[in-house]
């Protein structure tokens, strides 16, 4: 592990998590709890074995992660997070909302993997009923379904199905995230190529947070109370194959 040889906090974070793949992988393990290798491999699209192994490597000689041999049925090793490692679950949500400035113009060849739904749903929307009957909506990007759970005022998402899901959104991610995020209403969203099955009115209750939220974070194209049209309108244009103009 290289070391910037400063003596200043920010460089000494570095030291320890600033190399490439180091907080995705942290991602992982806050995202999906203890993970075997071979969760962190399917969750980290891109990186070769060796360096994840060095990675883990490293991050445990920094106390970040730990090993423990699971018992059967399991029986293979499992990498949990410290409780320094968790610590840095609020600087992973801030790069988050830092981030969704970005998300805006994917690449063709971004991966995705639902798991990742839990940072823009958990930290951008909130319950607008928090008395109202708990609500589940089935997230189908393709792959591995998310569900988000919406009960006594907390929004969270967790990999699966739901039993009986009050709704289903089945599609591409960013149309996903964009209706749930108000960017396009339900008849917008469908024309663009999203499913939708049960009464998207429930949406109404999931709303963007007010402050420092999917509104406060949009890219500077995107005026705040427009509902996101120029973001739906790359939408539009990166389903349909045709670049889009310039905001």
């Known amino acids: ?15 320890v998590v600033g190399d490439r793949w180091t907080l995705l992988i942290v991602r992982e393990l806050l995202l999906q709890g203890p993970c075997r290798y071979t969760d962190l491999r399917n969750g980290l699209p891109g990186i070769a ?22 018992a ?14 968790a610590g840095l679950e609020p600087t992973l949500e801030a790069l988050g909302s830092w ?18 739904f ?9 319950d607008a009923e928090p008395d109202g009957p708990p609500l589940s909506i089935e997230l189908r990007p ?9 009960r006594d005022g907390q929004v969270r998402t967790r990999l699966g199905s ?22 396009a209403s339900p008849a917008q969203a469908q024309e663009l190529g999203l499913v939708i099955t049960g009464d998207p009115a429930l949406l109404r209750r999931l709303q963007p947070a007010a402050a420092g939220g ?34």
């Open 72 to 85: 059967p049925p399991v029986a293979t090793t499992l990498f949990h997070l410290t409780e320094a490692g």
């Open 142 to 150: 393709g792959g591995r379904p998310a569900v988000v759970e919406v």
């Open 118 to 126: 839990a940072f823009p749903v958990g930290l951008f929307l909130h």
């Open 49 to 70: 074995t060796n360096l994840l192994a060095d990675r883990l490597s490293e991050l445990e000689g920094a106390g970040l992660v730990r090993r423990e041999e699971a």
């Open 162 to 183: 739901a039993e009986s899901p009050d709704l289903v959104l089945e599609g591409p991610p960013r149309l996903i995230l964009g209706l749930l995020g108000t960017y």
């Open 214 to 247: 999917i509104t406060g974070s949009l890219p500077s194209c995107v005026p705040a109370g427009s509902r996101g049209r120029p973001l739906l309108r790359s939408v539009a244009c990166s389903c349909s194959g045709v670049p889009c103009p310039p905001c």
């Open 1 to 15: 592990m290289r070391s910037y040889g400063q003596y200043c906090s920010v460089a000494k974070a570095l030291d």
């Open 99 to 116: 981030g969704l400035r970005y998300m805006a113009e994917p690449a063709d060849s971004d991966e995705f993997r639902s798991q990742w």
